[in-house]
């Protein structure tokens, strides 16, 4: 035998009853949700496009782990919690993700240890690194139907660095230096479309031009009748962007920094809600307007739409309260009320909010400890591809199920982190989950949900 087991030992006894635990339980897995993870994958591919994407410079008659495994193996992992490469030496032997990756669980040769992992994240060049990219919007072209009109949310989220990486910012604001990741999501699925490493700083125009040409003619190749819509806040409202969209049958919707020019063409409104609002019993009024605006960057006038919104507000050293007026402008290329464009398309980008923080916080994406930017950029890719898994894995919860509109975190507690004993026979793999799992009718029902449709 080559493998030491354990002698068993006793913990103090239950009602009289002797406590005796040992390690004879047979192969077992803490990460029984990695049976969904697969089957997510089967259904959606993204592990394997990125795979076909990923440059392989090895010798084929050498090659223990294909390219498909250890990329299948850190999502999968990442997915589950295990954020680091450094957690797949103890992953290696587990039972699950062997199995998730193709692999035998007990006669499977081990999976790729942490050196092969971090190999694999700074093989890729930076043209090697913008084709893994690339191949994010692909995989959202070819996964989402379209319709008729698409938003598309751009934003960017700070992460700070820990270390000598490139790229590397100082940012005032958070007070340290880190990295400003663009993230894009497409709204009506909640996928994500692509993620950019970048440095933490505001986006020059010309950056938020290029990402938006890019981005927009990427996924034209899968949606030829669908015209999309850009939606951001004011660091990405940048002339050549919006140059860009009109001039390219695209539409957009961006945050306006307000200015005196600005406010003097909403004086009249503003003064007219003062008046409603000191007459009127309610805390808040606001108002809507809509105008013309050509500032002196633009070569062309553009519509704006500026909320107004009048409360009390506490004066500063002082007991008493004063009128104000809080003012917000939109630039855009859409049609519509002021109200409309305002309320019902433009506040909605805080969704983004919640996706970007499932993206960072749950599954750690902001963890780039590698020191080469163009290593960051390909786990950045990594993690967004367990983005794709986990959303797989929720989109087939049935939406009758508050499960369905849960957090990660949450599905990873009640539908991956379950422990399961792995058998596999000459002709049959058994795996076996506790009975007393409070989960298991809506586990069933996610695993067959995702199996594919006919016979």
Known sequence: MTDDTLLPFDLPSVHRKKLTVDFAGGNQSSDGGLLLLRQAERKLGVCRRLADAMPDRRNPSRICHEMFEMVMARVSAIACGHEDA???DRLRHDPLLK?????????????ASQSTISRLENAPSRTEAARLTAALVDQAGTTVKPRQQEILDID????????????????????ERGFASMHIYHVASGTPVVTILRPARTPKGTEVRTVIKHVTKRLRRHWPKTRIIWRGDSHYGRVEAMEWAEDNDADYIFGLAGNAALDALVAETADYLRLHH????????????SFMYQAGSWKRPRKVVARLE???QPVAGETGMRQEVDIRYVVTSLKGSARHLYENVYCQRGQMENLIKLHKAQLASDRMSCHSATANQVRLVLHTAAFWLMHGVRAAIPQTNPLAKGEFATIRERLIKIGARVIEHIARIRVQLPTSCPERARFRAVALGLMPSGP
């Not at 960017?156 to 007070?175: I, K, R, V």
């Not at 000191?278 to 307007?289: D, E, G, I, P, T």
């Open 156 to 175: 960017d989220t700070f992460c700070a660095a820990h270390g000598g990486q490139q790229l590397a910012f100082w940012n005032a604001h958070h007070d």
């Open 310 to 312: 009048c409360s009390l």
């Open 99 to 111: 199995l998730a990756v193709g692999r035998c669980p007990d006669s499977g040769a081990p999976l």
């Open 278 to 289: 000191a007459m009127s019993s309610k805390a808040k009024l606001r108002s809507f307007a």
């Open 86 to 88: 450094i957690d797949l």
